[in-house]
């Protein structure tokens, strides 16, 4: 059963990175699709990006510009970095694995969530 | 991106009533594949979001069915038969059928 769970400050400076780390247990990250999600209190769900297998990353649009998502096979983690953020960025991140096509869901394992918050 | 929009925002229902979700996408959610990619989420208070149902009408493993969707193109919706207490929390329609995967508001049900 694949797990995941979210690590990195729970506090960043406006101006600043973000960077947060998932850590995979029960399988081997090499085999599947991982995502990350946030929920904040005034966009509700908001899709991040995506990482795929064969190394390929699609991230939204409104987001492009500051988010990087990669992957440490040695450590069986994914990570994401957000830059130059503000205190619009304040939000539960999730990591997710996402499943493509979608046939079962897209995104059928979550982790438990991690709070960032924005903020001097 | 594609936009969707649920209704009501608020759900507020006695114990073994039905209950009914609807979430419309701003373009069709039909691939040409022949699939509709629309899911449905729910999010128990405290915890992450869950699959309830993919491809519009397919429940998740471990979903009662009690739970049903329904819908095409671009109109969709969620049925409970007979509400549980264990059925409060928000409930969110999603379009995977392109990036960027977008959700809707959220419909938070709660037991009157």
């Known amino acids: 059963q694949v797990q995941l769970q979210e690590s990195g400050p729970g506090l960043v400076k406006p101006s600043e990175s973000l960077s947060l780390t998932c850590s995979v247990s029960?399988?081997?990250?090499?085999?599947?699709?991982w995502s990350w999600i946030r929920q904040s209190a005034g966009k509700g769900l908001e899709w991040i990006g995506r990482?795929?297998?064969?190394?390929?990353?699609n991230y939204n649009p409104s987001l492009e510009r500051r988010v990087t998502i990669s992957a440490d096979t040695s450590k069986n983690q994914f990570s994401l970095k957000l830059s130059s953020v503000t205190a619009a960025d304040t939000a539960v991140y999730y990591c997710?694995?996402?499943?493509?096509?979608?046939?079962?869901?897209?995104?059928?394992?979550w982790g438990q969530g991690i709070m960032v918050t924005v903020s001097s | 991106d594609i936009m969707m929009t649920q209704s009501p925002l608020s759900l507020p229902v006695t114990p073994g009533e039905p209950a009914s979700i609807s979430c419309r996408s701003s373009?069709?959610?039909?691939?040409?594949?022949?699939?509709?990619?629309l899911e449905w989420y729910l999010q128990k208070p405290g915890q992450s979001p869950q699959v309830l149902i993919s491809l519009t009408s397919n429940r998740a493993s471990g979903v009662p069915d009690r739970f049903s969707g329904s819908g095409s193109g671009t109109d969709f919706t969620l049925k409970i038969s007979r509400v549980e207490a264990e059925d409060v929390g928000i409930y969110y329609c999603m379009q995977a059928l392109q990036t960027p995967y977008t959700f809707g508001q959220g419909t938070t049900l709660e037991i009157k």
């Open positions: 373009q069709s959610l039909l691939s040409s594949g022949g699939s509709t990619y």
């Open positions: 990482l795929l297998t064969r190394g390929t990353t």
């Open positions: 029960g399988d081997s990250i090499s085999s599947y699709h």
């Open positions: 997710t694995r996402v499943v493509v096509p979608a046939t079962y869901g897209a995104f059928d394992i």
